[in-house]
């Protein structure tokens, strides 16, 4: 037994009468939706302003991360964890 896979435009030439136009019509959309995807992308200046978000956020978390009682919990965690027995 074989399964045969087809499109949604191929179920629909199948199934109903007319379906020709029905597929056309389905290509056309979703040719349609292909091309709005592809505009969705974002421009240069939106990189440069997202970039610029990024880094100050890592800044953040920079100076969080490496505040004093951050970093000792972070340290006696990690040394906790290399002297687990086996």
């Given at each position: ?10 179920a629909?030439?199948?199934q109903?009468?007319g ?5 056309a019509?389905w ?5 349609r939706?292909?091309?709005a995807a ?5 421009s240069?200046?939106?990189y440069?302003?997202?970039?610029i ?25 990690i040394?906790?964890?290399l002297?687990?027995?086996?």
């Amino acid at each position: 037994m074989s399964i045969v896979r087809t499109s949604p435009a191929q179920a629909a030439v199948r199934q109903r009468p007319g379906g020709r136009i029905r597929a056309a019509a389905w290509w056309r959309r979703r040719a349609r939706a292909c091309r709005a995807a592809a505009e969705a992308g974002m421009s240069t200046a939106e990189y440069a302003v997202g970039t610029i978000a990024a880094c100050g956020f890592a800044a953040v978390l920079y100076k969080i991360v490496t505040s004093g009682p951050v970093r000792t919990a972070l340290t006696g965690v990690i040394t906790k964890a290399l002297h687990v027995p086996f």
